[in-house]
């Protein structure tokens, strides 16, 4: 994965805990899980034990399909924790450069 793509969704994540329309949310949920599901396939192509299943477990939990019905200062907790868990783990899902 690109690392600015990587610093784009932990920022869009964190950009999630402000007070935004709800059109936000819907556009933060899609773009999220896709990240998620993206970073659950790289971390499991790289044989990290933990990773995948808690990037599978977020794609599932921020799926644009089925809202998850949590009040908001629980999905502000989430947005900055799954925000900060990407930069954490940056190294282990970003794209490796060939030179």
Not at 15 to 38: E, K, N, T
């Amino acid at each position: 994965m690109p690392p600015p793509l990587i610093y784009i969704a932990a920022g869009m994540l964190l950009l999630g805990a402000a007070p935004l329309p709800y059109g936000y949310y819907i556009f933060l949920r899609i773009v999220i899980s896709s990240i998620f599901v993206w970073a659950a396939i790289v971390s499991s192509e790289r044989k990290n034990p933990l990773l995948p299943w808690l990037f599978g477990f977020l794609a599932i939990l921020f799926n644009p399909l089925i809202k998850v019905p949590f009040p908001k200062e629980v999905w502000v907790v989430m947005d900055v924790g799954a925000g900060l868990l990407l930069l954490a783990t940056k190294q282990s899902i970003q794209q490796r450069i060939n030179r």
